[in-house]
């Protein structure tokens, strides 16, 4: 029987948990350093406390996202002023999601033994400094190591933010935690499209990342006295460094494969090369956490013979796939959109109604739905009509107008499927291990992320003047496995 840890039941425990990392004997720098510190009493005893943990990481939650969609607006500026394709170009979004696909999982097994409070707070600080690092860049060149290194802040956010909720909220009201967590999410990915079009046009790309400054500064003030401390710590007296060796050759060269393919300038030789080299890492990694002592999943989690990998791995396989679609378009449609003729303010604005569907349909799905219908079959709802979306924008014409309401339709199906669908991964992860849990949801997001990068930028290469027919094409037989992984029924 896995342990299982009820907020409410814990929620009268006093808030003065020390960090397992931090000997009796340490010195006071270094306890100040490592120790979670306690919320005022005021906040630790009310029935709000909770709510207030919540939004704190709504915070994170919308400073990625935000960070996330406005990268991709700044791609037509990027291009002009460093002379770079496409191919080159992307990299600056997918410097960041491999790194940050390599990083989550161990983020998440060091804030499970550290304290998820101070790892998320450190996260905040690394992506804020970062986020200024970007700003000043010389070079593409720079632009895409500062973004490498963005991803180590953002790495220790995301393994927690799913954590921090799931341990803050009472169990009954998780599911619709997560859904104003996903809400958050969708509101920076909103926002982002439109301001970063006045941005850019407005200011210059170089604020686009200037933007995250004041919000991390607000971000860390308002967790250190709004967080939980951790309860329940795990121990990392060993760490799987193979393993994370082998997760971040098999993600960064199966994408170096793929973004090769659309333009990179690598010859077939090497695209090949890289490809292979991604499945013999890929199989070595399944292998890894198969037979280390400390492996860096616990593999009854992905194990599809045991329970819990049984139900665990459809979920998260579908969260990727979910995750792919949502940032495909967000790709897709700013480039589609400028290279016709239209302004980049315009096709930000065009661009809103995915998240802004999704911030809507995340938050109100909920309160919508029938309170009898489980996690899958909402998560199942959600996927069906983003397929109906996806196929009927396969013919459609490349105009605001109808792209609007296609997109906003796209956005009410993923918040219904998202939040469900995390729900579903975290009702079976161990509270000892949620910031691992955690960890993997967002590192299922972050590879259907850089996969949506990666794909449409192929798929416009490949396609020339049909490159946006094919690209939707591809995000339907996405959105088709998902419904199947969602329908799939339970051991």
Sequence with gaps: ?????????????????RSAAVPASASPLASLLLTERPR???????????RLAVATVCLGAFMGQL???????TYPALEAQFHAPLA????????????????????????????????YLYGFLAFSASSAGCGFAPNLTVLIACRAVQAVGA??????????????????????ALGVQAGAQALGLALGPTLGGLIVVGLGWRWVFFVNVPVGVIGIVAGHYL????????????????GLALLAVATTAGLLAVSAASGLGLSPAAVLGLAAVSLAAGYGFVRRIRTAAAPLVDPSLLDPADSPGRRILPALAAALGGYLILFGPLVLVPLVLTRAGGSLESAGLVLTALPGGFAVSALAAERVLPAGWSDR????????????????????????AVLAPLLLL?????????????????????????????????????????????????????????????????????AAAVLSLCRRPGP
């Design 67 to 73: 960070d996330s969609s406005i990268a991709t607006l």
């Design 227 to 242: 967080l939980p401390r951790t309860r329940t710590h795990s121990s990392t007296d060993r760490f799987d460094w193979p």
């Design 377 to 400: 079959r909402r998560a199942a709802l959600g996927a069906a009509v983003a397929l109906v979306v996806l196929v009927a924008m396969i013919p459609a014409p490349a105009h605001a």
């Design 410 to 478: 796209l956005g009410l199906g993923l918040g219904t499927f998202t939040p469900a669908n995390n729900a579903q991964v975290m009702a079976e992860i161990p509270a000892g291990t949620a910031g691992t849990g955690g960890a993997l949801v967002n590192m299922a997001r972050g590879l259907g992320t850089a996969l949506g990068v990666a794909a449409v930028a192929l798929a416009l290469h490949l396609g020339h003047g049909a490159g946006r027919q094919l690209a939707t094409a591809l995000l339907a037989v996405v």
């Design 40 to 50: 005022p009493s005021w906040i630790r005893e009310s029935h709000r406390g909770w």
């Design 155 to 176: 790495a220790l956010m995301q393994a927690n933010s799913v954590a921090l909720v799931t341990t803050s909220a009472p169990r009954h009201r998780m599911r619709a």
């Design 88 to 119: 080159v170009v992307e990299w600056v979004s997918l410097a960041y999601l491999l790194a940050l696909v390599a990083l989550l999982v161990p983020a998440g097994r060091l804030s499970d033994a550290r304290g998820r409070k101070l790892m």
């Design 1 to 17: 029987m896995r342990e299982r840890r009820d907020p409410i039941r814990d929620s009268g425990r006093p808030d003065t948990v």
